[in-house]
């Protein structure tokens, strides 16, 4: 196995076949230039993953295939390996197949289609796409060759307890004596699964003594962060090329020329988190179009920490800080919105909203007579401050952020239409614990967030003196709770049954299923966890089941 | 074959275990009072459907397994079907069956499990279940009986075009000499499906010359409404029995006596729509707990229709009006608005918005100094209403409706937390046209909504002598041209070639694309066509694909 190959880590965008295509076109330009043998793009290259119901539409199939014909006849004589989707040709069966093609010589000399379709979490493939009954190796250059996708290695027997396929495709093409397996990936981020799709295609180099080229997309398509992070092992798992995580990359993996020593593989937690959090705003923000975004910033840690990553996603010149103090605002908050917009350099506006809210209170005065204060109360400040965010929105052209973390958006602890509104919430997916440990790592080096803001206990600051804690328990003892129920899906008995409170517990997740109706109209949230509302946890809203 | 068969056509709550088993045990009650052999139960009626990721839940499937035990011991000496889930006994494999159980002296003799999984439109049975590699039929009685489950029976090589699955289970059955055929469904209602279904099903009887019974769910669960009309053929085809559409049922079929003529088989589109619309709402209502509604009235036909439906639904003591004029509101659109109030006799509130609209005015003069008018002070509006509504809501306890129609939703002609506001959308699949046609439906015996409402020029009043054609095209334009891109998924250059104008065509399609991230905030809304916007549509964001 002597081959020269490149790895074409891009970050394409969905739908976006013409762009893709150009983008394709540059890192062969690249490819050839470093005179590779054979240069390897990721899962769906050529229209962006996921594609989802977009892949329906004939007209963007049928793009699809054209661009790959494009590709077929200009690319130079290299060989280039690509993902996309061709038509099933085959009757009965699901319309598509999820593609890798190997173009050479101005031909598509072969063509895999993914045999394992996940679906589950955030995917649906089996919704689109038909499973190949057989998965043959190819020839390139003499070499015996065994491409796969995605979620075709990821069902080796001794790697995993619960297998979802009967097919092992790896397994299938080891038998035909092939000499490397290559993976083309669309793989997003949650915590830890840097680590875990390394082990684990480690494990299957080792398993079978063979080289494997793993390519993986970059990039953020709505809640999903692709991450990159492609790399290469020897017959022995032994990791010899690898490429940047978060960004684009083109390396090499000479296997005329192996390094001499492993590279470490390393994986620091917030560090990843945190650059998947900035490419994930960086993308969103580029590939709906906009340039700048404003927020609400309130003075807590929630809004502070957005305001944070949103300035180091994209400049302080675009993003905007909006401080909308009420009667219940502390001066301390209000101070510590400013210092903040100060640390950062950010423009930022000051709209009170007292009037307002005594506005309301005029107007709604007849239908609430003789009827107390309550959450009702609450709400309007926040949902006057959510319309106060999207009339500037709407006027200046700016992405509305919303800054409401995971473990309020799980037990309700948000407004419809108030702090709930926005384009894209940045940290839905972080757990208020995990909010605090970014923040103090990004403060590592600089105070941009005002100290203030991380010692204070937190305050939705709604009523006077109103602490989180009056509502909800000590985050610390909630986000454990929350973690085994949501991403470790454990019921009731087994969540009491790791030491806490019964009546807490009953009451925590009561709380979480009850309010399956406001995350069902959140903006989309970056995934960061195993496991995110949205998308990839799919609940009924009118249900009867608790725990 | 000489069996007396009952077929419960059953209204059960997802989630709810405990209280479906309450209501399959009454069921068995009137079945064992009517004598008959076998009583029928529909898909998943243990759990209701769709259950979604609770099937994800350990202690989910437990109780449903427990419920089946209960069943199984407690059933007098009948044969009971019911749809139920079981753990996929084998590994690898995914976790769970989607099981059709046949229950008799106090076991369990017999289990089908579903073989054709759907994976398209609102469905995603592959996200959990295993499809079994053989199909079996049973023995009840001595007569040899074919089980199937749903999509199974939807499989037919004559009957149609595309058929995405290689397996046919009835056909399968019928080589196995089955007498009988017995489908258990939780099939939606959409636009002409009950036709669709029956001409299906007819087809597949008179092919193999065998009867079928066919028993499916009734019941609104969140968007899908699932419509009963359960029904049975003879050999021949001829329908002999037939259930209540939208509504539970017990019907006998009784094959040792059956009726003299065939019984008819009718649908009416628009009753069809009404019925479903109103079982919508009503178990939405219920199966979240709440007894009232509240909505907007404009004058407008949306909110007009929207409010004579949930009156029809709940009943007039449990519908709201508010009334929320603006500077631009014209008189009459107040005087219609408190004319169906009245009509309906139905409570309801006035709170003007004038003052509120120049308190943010006000406070944001500053921000918008120097910068003129837009559609920003439209959405103010719509948000303050949003607002308003929404403290109603949280001070009174009552459910929200919003009011859009599928024309505005999909063109974008809408207000995020403005009009879009509420916990259930539910005209939101109704065409404009429709919502007209619906209207005058209803209008036809007395009018309930005023003669004005359906004869004015469509406005939003948001700016002076605003009327919908001034930003829209005429809605019998429309509505084609959002018939062909959304329910029959054309292309561009299709639906130009349809005889529309090219720009026209152009335009429509990008706001409609480009609107995607309203809708992905939009409450759930009532499915009424074959492609409603929401679960079953799922198309991402950030995006570049154009039609």
Same mark, same amino acid.
């Given at each position: 196995?002597?081959?020269r ?5 891009i970050?394409?965008?969905v739908?976006?076949i ?10 062969i ?5 470093k005179?590779?043998d054979?240069v390897i ?5 050529v ?7 977009l ?9 699809n295939?054209?661009?790959v014909?494009t =590709?077929t006849?200009q ?6 390996i ?8 085959h009757?009965?069966?699901?319309p598509l197949?999820n593609?890798?093609g +190997? ?14 379709l996940p679906?589950?979490?955030?995917f649906d493939?089996t919704r689109?796409?038909q499973?190949?009954?057989?998965v043959k190796?190819?020839l390139?250059?003499n070499n ?6 995605c979620?075709d290695?990821?069902?080796d027997k001794d790697?995993?307890?619960r297998? =979802? ?5 790896i397994?299938e093409l080891t038998?035909?004596?092939?000499e =490397?397996?290559?993976?083309i990936?669309a793989?997003?981020?949650?915590q830890?699964k ?5 082990q684990?295609?480690k ?9 494997i080229?793993?390519v993986?997309?970059v990039g953020g398509?709505d809640?999903?962060i ?11 798992g ?7 995580r978060?960004?684009e990359?083109?390396?090499?993996v000479d296997?005329?020329n ?7 593989f390393?994986e620091? $937690?917030l560090a990843s988190i945190?650059?998947a959090l900035? &490419? ?5 923000v580029?590939k ?6 404003? =927020?609400g910033?309130?003075?807590g840690?929630?809004s502070?920490?957005?305001?944070? +990553?949103a300035?180091q ?8 800080g909006? @401080?909308?103090p009420?009667?219940?605002s502390?001066t301390?908050?209000v ?5 903040l917009?100060e640390?950062?350099?950010i ?6 909203i007292?009037n307002?809210?005594?506005s ?8 609430f007579?003789?009827?107390s $204060?309550d959450?009702?109360e609450?709400?309007i400040q926040a949902?006057?401050?959510?319309t106060l ?5 709407n006027k200046?052209?700016y992405?509305? &952020?919303s800054t409401?973390?995971k473990s309020e ?5 948000c407004?419809?239409y108030?702090?709930m509104?926005g ?9 208020k614990t995990l ?14 967030? #005002?100290k203030?803001v991380?010692?204070?206990?937190p305050s939705?600051?709604?009523?006077p003196n109103?602490k989180?804690e009056d509502?909800l328990p ?6 454990e709770? @929350? ?6 899906n454990?019921g009731?008995?087994e969540?009491i049954?790791?030491g806490f409170?019964a ?6 997740l009561e709380?979480?299923d009850r309010?399956e ?5 959140? #903006?989309?949230g +970056?995934?960061v966890?195993?496991k995110a509302f949205g ?5 009924p ?7």
């Open positions: 196995m002597k081959l190959v490149g790895m074409a880590q970050n394409p965008t739908g976006d013409a762009g893709n295509l150009e983008k394709i076109k540059s890192f330009s690249v490819a050839k230039k005179h590779v054979l793009f990721p899962e769906l290259a229209i962006g993953y996921p594609p989802m119901d892949l329906e539409k004939e007209r963007f199939i049928e793009s295939l054209s661009a014909e =590709l006849k690319a130079p004589k290299m060989g280039v690509i993902g996309f989707v061709k038509k099933n040709p009757q009965p069966g699901m197949l593609c890798a +190997l173009l050479y010589n101005g031909k598509l000399t072969f063509t895999h289609a993914k045999t394992l679906s589950y979490d955030v493939e689109y796409f499973s190949p009954s057989r190796r190819t390139f250059f015996k060759i065994g491409i796969s996708i979620e290695i990821w069902n790697f995993w307890e297998r =979802l396929y009967a097919k092992d495709p397994r038998k035909q004596k092939v =490397l397996i290559i993976n990936s793989s997003p981020f949650s830890g840097g680590e875990l799709r390394y684990m295609i494990n299957v180099a080792k398993r079978y003594n063979l080289p080229i793993y993986n997309q398509n809640s999903l692709f991450d990159g992070g492609s790399f290469a092992l020897d017959e022995k032994r990791l010899i090329a690898q490429a940047k978060f960004d990359d083109f390396v090499i296997f005329n192996l390094p001499g020593s492993e590279i470490t390393q620091d $937690e945190h650059q900035l &490419l994930g705003i960086k993308d969103y580029k709906t179009g906009f340039k700048k975004v404003l =927020l910033l309130s003075g840690i929630d502070s920490l957005t305001c944070l +990553l300035v996603a994209l400049g302080k010149k675009n993003v905007c909006v @401080l909308m009420s009667p219940y502390s301390s908050s101070k510590d919105a400013k210092k917009a640390n950062l350099g423009e930022h506006e000051v709209i009170p007292e307002l809210f005594s309301y209170k005029r107007s709604l005065n007849k239908a007579e003789g009827m $204060e959450v009702t609450e709400n949902r006057i401050r959510g965010l999207m009339a500037l929105s200046y052209g992405l509305l &952020l409401g973390n958006l799980a037990m309700g602890y407004t419809l108030g702090d509104a384009g894209l919430a940045v940290i839905s997916d972080l757990p909010v605090y440990r970014l923040a103090g790592y990004l403060n590592r080096e600089k105070e941009w967030i #005002p203030n991380l010692t204070k206990a939705a600051e709604l009523r109103q989180d509502s000590p985050y610390t003892i909630l986000d709770i @929350l973690h085994s129920y949501i991403e470790e454990k009731k008995e969540i049954r790791q409170d009546d807490l517990v009953k009451e925590v709380k979480i309010n109706y406001k995350r069902r109209q959140a #903006p989309p +970056l995934k966890t195993s998308f990839g946890r799919r609940m809203i009118a249900q009867k089941f608790h725990h």
